[in-house]
């Protein structure tokens, strides 16, 4: 966590609640645009609260990460899953990782470095054109993210589009995040998308939603 959040904290503890029961408020009722979570609040949003109430190996068991994948994880982060995933791919596999904010991706890369996986390539890129040829990836996968991207169902279209026949496409989705959607409204966006619904795993409160691409 970088020095100066560190300072704002202890002056101001109460400031990041502040801001986050904000966003919450907000886009509960709607009244903020889908828009990507603030590459500075990164560090906040993976705490030790978090990876208890949803323990990492857990999370990457849903994905239904393999070794030997080829996968694309759209917004990482603070990394904390990315390189979770990554180790779960091995020596041979490969992950790579996209994010809108150059920010991210730095942070991102700087941890890849600090903790020597080398299976992972960070880049920034736009989810809805994607740098990608068609059937690059096994999986491809968002923690918390879908309800950030302003055209959610061209981004499913655009993931559908880069995954392999026999791929799969992994949301989820877990409360209190502020741009939470239930399960019903990702599975509308992904039939409109042409996606298939193969599994959900989980409640109302936490849950993984696995779909496969709808080509005949």
Known sequence: ?????????????????????????????????????????????????????????????????????????????????????????????????????????ERLQRRIEREGVKNVEARTADVHD???????????????????????VGALREFSRVLKPTGRLAVQEWLPDPDYHPAGTLVKWGAEAGLVLTAKRGGFFNYTLLFAPGRG
């Open 130 to 152: 994607l740098p990608f040829p068609d059937g690059s990836f096994d999986l491809v996968f968002l923690m918390m993210v879908l309800g950030e991207i302003p055209d959610p």
């Open 1 to 105: 966590m970088p020095g100066w959040l560190i300072v704002l904290l202890c002056v101001f503890p109460g400031l990041p609640l502040a801001v986050f029961v904000g966003l919450n408020v907000s886009r509960f009722f709607r009244l903020a645009r889908p828009s990507p979570m603030p590459h500075w609040m990164a560090p906040l949003i993976d705490n030790p609260v978090r990876r208890l109430l949803y323990p990492t190996r857990r999370v990457v068991d849903q994905l239904g990460a393999e070794p030997g994948m080829r996968a694309l994880e759209v917004g990482p982060g603070h990394g904390t899953y990315t390189l979770a995933v990554a180790r779960r791919l091995g020596d041979a596999g490969k992950l790579v990782a996209v994010d809108i904010q150059p920010e991210i991706i």
